[in-house]
């Protein structure tokens, strides 16, 4: 529902409705206003994503994570960070990993970069909506950390680094600096925590 534009509408609907003798008394330059009301449209609202009433952070999606059986919390905190800016451009209602919707699940569509062979091409995806951040991660390590229909998950990685790696050659992402992007956010994190 465009609520700007309702209200815009109904204040329109209402100066019409009073004297425009008396209106140009108290407001002189009413037909100027009254034109440039018309022209200038309220911004478009995207409605099919949105926040929680607070901010999800970086230690939030770690405890999360922890929370969700992942070996390498920092890990899936950093996926959060970079996957969607840290919270402020979830790819659909708390969805912070760009994760796909399936054709029977509630979603939205957006642009999204997608590398093919090497090359970075924009196309189209439905992604999917989560109920929380929290369902959003329990899906997260569920399917690309545990163990899931056949595929080994990242857990099961020796170190850090290695799970990073593994989420690009499973398939995760197809960026191929993908695993360098995610060391870039959580390295300094481990360091700062002497090594954690």
């Known amino acids: 529902m465009d609520i700007l534009g309702g209200v815009s509408r109904k204040a329109t609907q ?11 008394d ?17 911004p478009p609202v995207n409605t099919a994503i949105t926040k929680q009433d607070g901010p999800v952070t970086y230690e939030m999606m770690r405890d999360y994570a922890e ?5 390498y919390p920092h890990l899936a905190a950093a996926q959060f960070q970079l996957e969607s800016g840290g919270g402020e ?3 659909g209602r708390y969805n912070y990993f ?7 699940e509630p979603g939205v569509y957006l642009p999204t970069t997608e590398y093919r062979n090497g090359v970075p091409e924009t196309e189209d995806a439905k ?5 929380s951040p929290q369902a959003s991660m329990n899906e997260l390590v569920d399917r690309w950390y545990k163990n899931y229909e056949g595929y080994t998950g990242v857990n099961a990685q020796p170190t850090i680094d290695a799970a990073a790696k ?15 992007k ?9 360091a700062s925590l002497g090594g954690q």
């Open 89 to 91: 451009s979830p790819s």
């Open 182 to 190: 995610l060391k870039d956010i959580y390295a300094p994190k481990l």
């Open 127 to 131: 992604f999917k909506h989560y109920d």
């Open 67 to 71: 929370q969700a059986g992942a070996r």
């Open 166 to 180: 593994d989420l690009y050659a499973q398939s995760f992402a197809t960026d191929p600096n993908y695993a360098t």
């Open 26 to 42: 108290i407001l002189p330059d009413y037909q100027n206003n009254q034109a440039q009301a018309s022209v200038a449209a309220p």
């Open 14 to 24: 209402i100066y019409d409705h009073l004297d425009k003798k008396i209106l140009n």
């Open 98 to 104: 760009g994760v796909k919707a399936g054709d029977n």
